[in-house]
């Protein structure tokens, strides 16, 4: 993983003005949800714990959850563990992944 | 594990410190066990077990390679954000002493420790408040009240 250590915090400045109501973070990783039910997700990668599909060791920035992989249902919650990712969708489901 | 909950209705308060808390940490007070891992029997790490004298709506610990804990934490009223334990990767969000401070300890393999809960400074000096925060292993992120999301680590 590359060094990228800040000791002040920072402004995740993509993040703006996107109605982000929560956020979770896992060992390495890092997810946001907005009101509208959709995530933003950055960080280690290496096991698919982001959710996102391409192979990638760690995501620099935060990328919206393709809708997709939630069969269309919004996320209600959000669990990271060390390594992987749980979501809660609208109709009771629960995704896991990474 | 570094935290532990005693209740706050056994537990003796000054008035204004009395006022009901809101969030997961709701009705009781933190206690801290800081930088002692979980179930050790080694007491000369727990060095600083005495208990935290603010009232916290809400906290996270965040975990080093070493298996030390730090702990993040948001006072119950005001929004602003406290941290303390293992100084690692810029975890801890404030300035990190050149010369020997009181609330620091340097460990044995070099490390530098906050012993107690330090106001991040950043943030009150922009009068940002902070409304939810996470921990990672080596990250921290946090939500402000001006819908911000801020990160270090």
Known sequence: ?98 | MSMKNVDYASTKHSTQDNRPLTDIQGGRKLESLNCRPFGSQNQERHYNNKKINKLFRKTACGRTSHNRTQGESTEGSSGWLYSWGVSKDGVLGHDIPEEDEEDFRVKEDGALVCKTPKLIDYFVGLSIKITKMSSGAGHIVALANNLKIYSWG
């Open chain 1, 1 to 98: 993983m590359k060094e990228l250590n800040v000791s002040k915090p920072q402004e995740i400045s993509s993040l703006r003005c996107k109605n982000i109501v929560d956020i979770y973070c896992g060992a390495g990783h890092s997810f946001a949800l907005d009101s509208y039910g959709s995530a933003y997700s950055w960080g280690a990668s290496a096991d698919y714990q982001t959710g996102h599909t391409q192979n990638e060791e760690d995501i620099y920035a935060p990328k919206r959850i393709d809708f997709n992989i939630l069969g269309g249902h919004k996320i209600k919650n959000i669990a990271c563990g060390i390594r992987h990712t749980l979501f809660l969708t609208s109709n009771h489901e629960v995704i896991s992944f990474g």
